[in-house]
């Protein structure tokens, strides 16, 4: 339901861009955001964009490096993610949920996640 791609290893600095594939029943949640998870850190929220008119939300250390958006024509939402640091380093989920939430309890599908490495 939920195909995340664009994960790989970049030095600090660099950018990736990922990319959420939606299909399925995906169409009638209203977000979708992206999470991340570093290893022995619990899972956190980084973006979240809104289907119908693309209301987009980040927490604080994506805000001005990363950007979420979509493409309603192919139903797949990117995150684009300039000036990478080290302590972006984590494997990043994107999920759907009927409302806005950063939590992940809130969202009902997750796709399988994809690495994120940045090197310094």
């Known amino acids: 339901q939920l195909q995340a791609s664009g994960g790989g290893l970049v030095q600090a600095g660099g950018s990736l861009r990922l990319s959420c594939a939606a299909s399925g029943r995906i169409f009638s949640y209203y977000y979708l955001g992206w999470f991340r998870q570093a290893p022995g850190k619990e899972r956190s929220f980084v973006a979240g964009?809104?289907?119908?008119?693309?209301?987009?939300d980040y927490t604080d250390s994506a805000k001005g490096r990363f950007t979420i958006s979509r493409d309603n024509t192919k139903n797949t939402v990117y995150l684009q993610m300039n000036s990478l640091k080290p302590e972006d380093t984590a494997v990043y989920y994107c999920?759907?949920?009927?409302?806005?939430?950063?939590?992940?309890?809130?969202?009902?599908?997750w796709g399988q996640g994809t690495l994120v490495t940045v090197s310094s």
């Open positions: 999920a759907a949920s009927k409302t806005y939430s950063s939590t992940p309890l809130a969202y009902d599908y």
């Open positions: 964009i809104r289907w119908n008119n693309g209301l987009t």
